[in-house]
C-alpha cells in the first residue's frame, strides 16, 4: 500500500521513539532535459520532490501530471508531489491516482482541504498538507487527523534556491509540539533553502523530512549531497 509506503523507513517516522530523517531532492534543481538520469542519480534518497507549478499560484511554470506519469515510470523511488497551483481541489486526486506516494496541496489555495486529502487518501497517497511562511499552523490543528505530512515552506514558494527563512523556525518548534500532542504520526516536512548550513536548524526545530534542491542537485556528487543531509539531520 503506498500510502504506508515511506521510502527507506518502510512506513515509520518513528525507529524505537526517534524521528528517522527522511531526504526527499527536489528535481526542481535537476537538468529538466534529462530528469530520469536526475532520479537515478539520487537512488538512495527517500523519496523525490516534484514540484508542480502553475504560474498562478506561485509566479513560476514547472511541470504538470503527464511529466509526473512519466517519472513514475522511470523510478521506484516514490514521488513527493508539492502542488503549488489553483484550484488543488480539482487536481490533486489525479496524482494520487496516478501513483504518486505523497501529494501535498496549500492551505492557502485549497477550498475544501477535508475533502480533497480524503481524496488524495482514498487514492492509495499520503495526503500532504502545505503552509507558506507566513501562514499560521494553530488554525489547522483539527486537520491533523486528515494529513500524513505536513509542509511548512522555508521561502516563499516558486523558486529554487532561495535563502532558507529563519523566522520559520520557531513555527517548526509549534508544528512539532501540535504533532506530539496528537500522537506523532504526522511527518513535519521543510521545503527552501535547506542546505548543510541550515538542515541542523530544521532537524533540531523538529522536522523530520527534508526537501533539497539546490544542496543536492548543485552539488558534484548528489547522492553523496543526500548522504551528508541525512548525517547532518540525524545528528541534530
Ligand atoms: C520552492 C519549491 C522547493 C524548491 C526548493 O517553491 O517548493 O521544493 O525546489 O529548492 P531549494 O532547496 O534550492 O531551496
Ligand atoms: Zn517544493
Known sequence: MRRGGGGRT?????????????????????????LAEAVAAVSNADWIHVDVMDNHFVPNLT???PVV???????????????MIEDPD?????????????????AEAARAPVR?????????????????????????????????????MTVEPGFGGQKFLDVVLPKIRR????????????????DGGVSAETIE????????????GNAV???????RAVDELRALAAEA
Request: glycine content about 10%.
Open 69 to 83: 506519469e512519466s517519472l513514475l515510470k522511470a523510478t521506484s523511488t516514490p514521488l513527493d508531489c508539492h502542488l
Open 63 to 65: 511541470l504538470g501530471l
Open 90 to 106: 480539482r487536481w490533486a486526486p489525479a496524482y494520487a491516482e496516478a501513483g504518486a506516494g505523497s501529494v501535498t496541496v496549500h
Open 175 to 190: 508544528a512539532r509540539a501540535l504533532i506530539e500532542r496528537h500522537g506523532g504520526e504526522v511527518w513535519l516536512q521543510v
Open 10 to 34: 518502510g512506513g515509520a517516522n518513528r525507529l524505537g521513539g526517534i524521528m528517522a530523517v527522511q531526504i526527499s531532492p527536489s528535481i526542481l534543481s535537476a537538468d529538466f532535459a534529462r
Open 201 to 212: 536548524r530544521c532537524a533540531e526545530a523538529g522536522a523530520d523530512v527534508f526537501v533539497a
Open 116 to 152: 480533497t486529502l480524503r481524496q488524495i487518501r482514498a487514492a492509495g497517497a499520503r495526503a500532504g498538507f502545505a503552509l507558506n511562511p507566513a501562514t499560521a499552523v494553530e488554525p489547522y490543528e483539527d486537520l491533523l487527523g486528515e494529513i500524513d505530512m505536513l509542509l511548512l
Open 217 to 223: 542537485y548543485g552539488a558534484a556528487d548528489p547522492a
